[in-house]
T-cell receptor, first 112, second 116 residues
Framework: RKEVEQDPGPFNVPEGATVAFNCTYS??????FFWYRQDCRKEPKLLMS???SGNEDGRFTAQLNRASQYISLLIRDSKLSDSATYLC?????????????FGSGTQLTVLP | GAVVSQHPSRVICKSGTSVKIECRSL??????MFWYRQFPKQSLMLMAT?????????EQGVEKDKFLINHASLTLSTLTVTSAHPEDSSFYIC????????????FGPGTRLTVL
């Protein structure tokens, strides 16, 4: 079983649509949670951190359910520029090091 | 802020040669840097954690003698792929965490290595 699992997609949605991505993680000791976006052949860029109370940043809303070990990302009023791969990322401590584990990503294409 | 650079961005080399990739934190100090590898349509896989002034910690299955890591200063870590082979062709990405900061990692733009 993968440590961080995501639906790979692809999700093809029209402009203006609302789209939701889900992610589950297996390490119950995970301490920090993020969504990154990665454009084709580029490095990942932090989209937002995810907090237990849920948090919103403009059109993006992230939710965390620690009991179910589940993270979600909701994108409202999607734009063409939202087309990318969205990576669910979980942080944990391994010995004295704090590491991130990446999901395989969910591919989103927003269509005109 | 929190900019990480990587050099070179792309390298093509012959099998058997060694390739050095540099990762620099430009506007912050990074006591810890990370090296990842990403094959097409796959996730980032952590190769090693690089700590300034000490030996790197390698993930299981990553050969430390093949992937040499040096983290000589708070702003520079290098990865040397020794005796590169075609199966080492991949996208190598470094990241850095702000000293004393959160778990957030800031990524370099990556180096695309092609071994002929």
């Amino acid at each position: 079983r993968k440590e961080v699992e995501q639906d790979p997609g692809p999700f093809n949605v029209p402009e203006g649509a609302t789209v939701a991505f889900n992610c589950t993680y297996s390490n119950s000791a995970s301490q920090s949670f993020f969504w990154y976006r990665q454009d084709c052949r580029k490095e990942p860029k932090l989209l937002m951190s995810v907090y237990s109370s849920g948090n919103e940043d403009g059109r993006f809303t992230a939710q965390l359910n620690r009991a179910s070990q589940y993270i979600s990302l909701l994108i409202r009023d999607s734009k063409l520029s939202d087309s990318a791969t969205y990576l669910c990322v979980v942080g944990f401590s391994s010995g004295s090091a704090r590491q991130l584990t990446f999901g395989s990503g969910t591919q989103l294409t927003v269509l005109p | 802020g929190a900019v990480v650079s990587q050099h070179p961005s792309r390298v093509i080399c012959k099998s058997g040669t060694s390739v050095k990739i540099e990762c620099r934190s430009l506007d912050f100090q990074a006591t810890t840097m990370f090296w990842y590898r990403q094959f097409p349509k796959q996730s980032l896989m952590l190769m090693a954690t690089s700590n300034e002034g000490s030996k790197a910690t390698y993930e299981q299955g990553v050969e430390k003698d093949k992937f040499l890591i040096n983290h000589a200063s708070l702003t520079l870590s290098t990865l040397t792929v020794t005796s590169a082979h075609p199966e080492d062709s991949s996208f190598y990405i470094c990241s850095a965490r702000v000293a004393g900061g959160t778990d957030t990692q800031y990524f370099g733009p990556g180096t695309r290595l092609t071994v002929l």
